[in-house]
């Protein structure tokens, strides 16, 4: 079993910036594959960005990218996600998600283990 646990959720005004944090605990050494999703108020759950954990190759979502920047630290059994330039629409709860086997990650059902969720809240 993994755990994971997001942090760094919060309020910020439009334009903005946060960095939210998620730690991986239990058997990390089977993660092939790390992931953050997003769900708005009355929407689905949406793919944001993911990564390979060993190689870290990188993917995002349209709506974005050239402003989130997903990284990990592997010593620390941490991803992370940057996220720059914020508008009202980035409002949600985001999701940090881990993958055992090798695969894509851009579904939720791609992922064995899931957070529990932070707030994100962008006032215009």
């Known amino acids: 079993q993994v755990q994971l646990e997001e942090s760094g959720g919060g309020l910020v005004q439009a334009g903005g910036s946060l960095r939210l944090s998620c730690a991986a605990s239990g058997r990390t050494l089977r993660i092939y594959r790390m992931g953050w999703f997003r769900q708005a108020p009355g929407k689905e759950r949406e793919f944001v960005a993911t990564?390979?954990?060993?190689?870290?190759?990188?993917y995002y979502a349209d709506s974005v990218k050239g402003r989130f920047t997903i990284s990990r630290d592997s010593a620390k059994n941490t991803v992370y996600l940057e996220m720059n330039s914020l508008v009202p629409e980035d409002t949600a709860v985001y999701y940090c998600a881990a993958r055992r086997d090798y695969g894509s990650g851009l579904r939720q059902t791609n992922y064995d283990y899931w957070g529990q969720g932070t707030q994100v809240t962008v006032s215009s």
């Open positions: 990564i390979n954990w060993g190689s870290g190759n990188t």
